[in-house]
C-alpha cells in the first residue's frame, strides 16, 4: 500500500529501513518513528516505554498517538485478514521485484511461489 500510494504522489520512498531499522530520510523525527515501530514489533514493554517517550520529546504527544494508531491499524487488519482466511492474490508476483530488492525471501516463513 505504501508503495502504490508513493507513486500515486509522486513521492520516493525507500524502503530498505524495514529491513535495516536504520533511518536516513529526511521527515522530521524519522528516526523516533523508526525505533518506536521496531520496539512495537519487538514486543519488549521496556523497549516500547523508551521509544515512545523518545517520540514523545521529539514529535510531542500527539504524533505518538497517531504513531500508535497507524501500528495498531496495520496490526488489526493483519489479524482480521488472517483469521478469516484472506489471501493476498497474486502477492508473490506483485511483490517479486521488491522482495528481491529488499532480500525478504530469506525469512524463514517465506514459501517459494
Same mark, same amino acid.
Given at each position: #500500500? +505504501? =508503495?502504490?500510494? %508513493?507513486?500515486? $504522489?509522486?513521492?520516493? *520512498?525507500? +524502503? %530498505? !529501513?524495514? #529491513? @535495516?531499522?536504520?533511518?536516513?530520510?529526511?521527515?522530521?523525527?524519522?528516526?523516533?518513528?523508526?525505533?518506536?515501530? &521496531?520496539?512495537?514489533? %519487538?514486543?519488549?514493554? &521496556?523497549?516500547?516505554?523508551?521509544? =515512545?517517550?523518545? *517520540? !514523545?520529546?521529539? +514529535?510531542?504527544?500527539?504524533? #505518538?498517538?497517531?504513531?500508535a494508531g497507524v501500528a495498531s491499524n496495520f496490526q488489526r487488519m493483519? =489479524?482480521?485478514?488472517? %483469521? @478469516?482466511?484472506?489471501?493476498?492474490?497474486?502477492?508473490?508476483?506483485?511483490t517479486e521485484d521488491l522482495r528481491g530488492? *529488499?532480500?525478504?525471501? =530469506?525469512?524463514?516463513? $517465506?514459501?517459494?511461489?
Open positions: #500500500m +505504501l =508503495r502504490e500510494s %508513493s507513486k500515486t $504522489h509522486a513521492e520516493q *520512498l525507500n +524502503l %530498505s !529501513v524495514v #529491513m @535495516t531499522g536504520t533511518y536516513a530520510g529526511d521527515v522530521a523525527g524519522g528516526d523516533a518513528l523508526v525505533a518506536f515501530a &521496531e520496539a512495537i514489533v %519487538s514486543a519488549d514493554g &521496556e523497549r516500547i516505554t523508551t521509544t =515512545r517517550e523518545a *517520540l !514523545v520529546d521529539a +514529535l510531542g504527544v500527539a504524533a #505518538m498517538v497517531d504513531a493483519v =489479524r482480521i485478514a488472517d %483469521s @478469516t482466511g484472506i489471501t493476498l492474490g497474486g502477492f508473490e508476483t506483485v530488492e *529488499l532480500d525478504i525471501n =530469506r525469512f524463514a516463513g $517465506h514459501k517459494a511461489g
